[in-house]
């Protein structure tokens, strides 16, 4: 079992910074890959960014490009999602997420993740 506590969320304008952090209950040297996922108002959970575990390959939503950063302390044991320029459309409830099972679903889909943090909000305005 993985429990994941996210936290760092907060409101902030637009072109500010946050940084979220992910607390693991287990070495997540033992995860396939970790994730940030976000859900606005009315829309559905996606995929914002990825890293496997081992080798420490990362993907990211084009949406966030060149703005956000993710990366992951083995020795913490703690996944981080560094967010600068935030936009307004950026606002949503953001979620960490654990997969522990080798699948070929890409890295940000919904499905290769079996282990969900109760989120932490993120709210930018204009």
């Known amino acids: 079992q993985v429990q994941l506590v996210e936290s760092g969320g907060g409101s902030v304008q637009a072109g500010g910074s946050l940084r979220l952090s992910c607390a693991a209950s287990?070495?997540?040297?033992?995860?396939?890959?970790m994730g940030w996922f976000r859900q606005g108002p009315e829309k559905e959970r996606e995929g914002v960014a990825a890293?496997?575990?081992?080798?420490?390959?990362?993907v990211y939503a084009d949406s966030v490009k060149g703005r956000f950063t993710i990366s992951q302390d083995t020795t913490q044991n703690t996944l981080y999602l560094q967010m600068n320029g935030l936009k307004p459309e950026d606002t949503g409830m953001y979620f960490c997420?654990?997969?522990?099972?080798?699948?070929?679903?890409?890295?940000?889909?919904?499905?290769?993740?079996?282990?969900w943090g109760q989120g932490t909000q993120v709210s930018v305005s204009s």
């Open positions: 890293i496997l575990t081992h080798g420490g390959l990362t």
């Open positions: 287990v070495d997540i040297d033992n995860t396939v890959s």
């Open positions: 997420a654990a997969g522990t099972i080798p699948t070929l679903d890409p890295a940000l889909a919904t499905a290769r993740y079996g282990y």
